[in-house]
């Protein structure tokens, strides 16, 4: 793969995992607002939670590596319209 196909799976791959936490911090609330006794259940889903943002935070620092050797030289959530149409541009299939 090249440069732009590899910052392209980062990017999808964060955003994947992004999603994923979303729905486990979805499903933590649901369990919070039920009765106490599937505070086992709370658990297992905070441990999920805590990977989840591990991986997500993974996923960043290898997503920001391969942008910044495309020329992207600022997080993702700074990005000017220009950076958002070069980015969009890698993502197209």
């Known amino acids: 793969m090249n440069k732009k ?3 392209r799976q ?4 964060y955003f994947a995992q992004a999603d994923k936490l979303n729905g ?3 499903e933590m609330e649901q369990l919070r607002k039920s009765n106490a006794s599937k505070q086992e259940q709370l658990d297992e889903k905070v441990q999920e939670y805590e990977q ?3 991986n997500l935070n993974s996923g960043k620092i290898k997503m920001n590596q391969s942008l910044k050797e495309l020329g992207f030289d600022k997080p993702i959530a700074k990005f000017s319209q ?3 149409i070069r980015l969009s541009e890698i993502l197209e299939p």
């Open 24 to 26: 486990t911090i979805e």
């Open 82 to 84: 220009e950076d958002l």
């Open 10 to 13: 980062y990017l999808l791959d």
């Open 5 to 7: 196909d590899d910052a």
């Open 52 to 54: 989840r943002l591990d």
